[in-house]
């Protein structure tokens, strides 16, 4: 079956790519077996270099694109519309799509998104 993953994430700091790192693990280990590619709108992050390095650590196909100073919001829906953007214009079909987000890099309730 074919799957894609639409990711929104924020990135301010290097903690909070840690956070986006573990997602990323979790979403291997989840669908490792599944035919997956992954787009991931970024509202901010602190280093360009560092999309790079989350994205080759990793096994799936994946496109990623920073939101547009003028079309960002504080929230995650700047994040998913550049991310449903990146996914629109692969004219993929898939079985099954997936929306997640980077839950507590602003909260720190990393207990919380640990157990969802």
């Known amino acids: 079956m074919k799957s894609a993953i639409i990711f929104a994430t924020y990135i301010p700091d290097v903690e909070a790519s840690l956070i986006v790192s573990d997602y990323l693990s979790t979403i291997e ?15 901010y992050c ?23 100073d003028e079309l960002l919001v504080d929230s995650d829906a700047s994040a998913y519309q550049k991310a449903l953007e990146l ?11 997936w929306f ?4 507590s890099v602003t909260s720190k309730c990393h207990d919380f998104r640990n157990e969802v």
Not at 53 to 64: E, L, T
Not at 100 to 103: A, Q
């Open 29 to 43: 280990d989840n669908f490792s077996g599944w035919d997956t590619d992954i787009y991931t709108g970024v509202n």
């Open 87 to 97: 996914y629109k214009n692969s004219e993929k079909d898939y079985d099954y799509v």
């Open 46 to 68: 602190h280093s360009d270099k560092i999309l790079d390095v989350f994205f080759k650590q990793h096994s799936f196909k994946s496109d990623y694109a920073v939101v547009d």
């Open 100 to 103: 997640i987000h980077t839950k």
